[in-house]
Nanobody, 124 residues
Framework: QVQLVESGGGLVQAGGSLRLSCTAS????????MGWFRQAPGKEREFVVA????????GYADSVKGRFTISRDNAKNTVYLQMNSLKPEDTAVYYC?????????????????WGQGTQVTVSS
C-alpha cells in the first residue's frame, strides 16, 4: 500500500510559479513511476506529466511542455512539480499518482495509487 500526500497548491497570478510536492509512505516508492494529473470543474481528469522509477525518462502533456518540470528524490520518497508561466487554463485540482507504466500509459487507467489532490488557481 502506498499513501500519497500533496502540498504546495494555492492561488497565483498568471505568469507566476508554484511548486507542488508529493510525499509517499512506504518503502516501495522507487518501484513506481510517478506523475501528476489534473481535473478542472466539469472536465475529465487529464494527464499532465510523469517520471520513471529512477527519473531517467519523463513525459509531458503538450499543454505544459516547456513550462512544467517534474523531478523526484527517491531518498525522500518525494516527487515535485515545478510550474512556471502559469495560465488561467492551468486552474484545476492537481493529483499525484503512482503507477508502474505512467510514462508510457498516460491515462488514469495506469494509476495504482492517487493522492487526495491540491487546488491550483491561476488568476488572470
Amino acid at each position: 500500500q502506498v499513501q500519497l500526500v500533496e502540498s504546495g497548491g494555492g492561488l497565483v497570478q498568471a505568469g507566476g510559479s508554484l511548486r507542488l510536492s508529493c510525499t509517499a509512505s512506504g518503502r516501495t516508492f522507487s518501484v513506481y513511476g510517478m506523475g501528476w494529473f489534473r481535473q478542472a470543474p466539469g472536465k475529465e481528469r487529464e494527464f499532465v506529466v510523469a517520471i520513471s522509477r529512477i527519473g531517467s525518462s519523463t513525459g509531458y502533456a503538450d499543454s505544459v511542455k516547456g513550462r512544467f518540470t517534474i523531478s523526484r528524490d527517491n531518498a525522500k520518497n518525494t516527487v515535485y512539480l515545478q510550474m512556471n508561466s502559469l495560465k488561467p487554463e492551468d486552474t484545476a485540482v492537481y493529483y499525484c499518482a503512482a503507477g508502474t507504466f505512467l510514462t508510457t500509459v498516460r491515462n488514469p487507467s495506469a494509476v495504482n495509487y492517487w493522492g487526495q489532490g491540491t487546488q491550483v488557481t491561476v488568476s488572470s
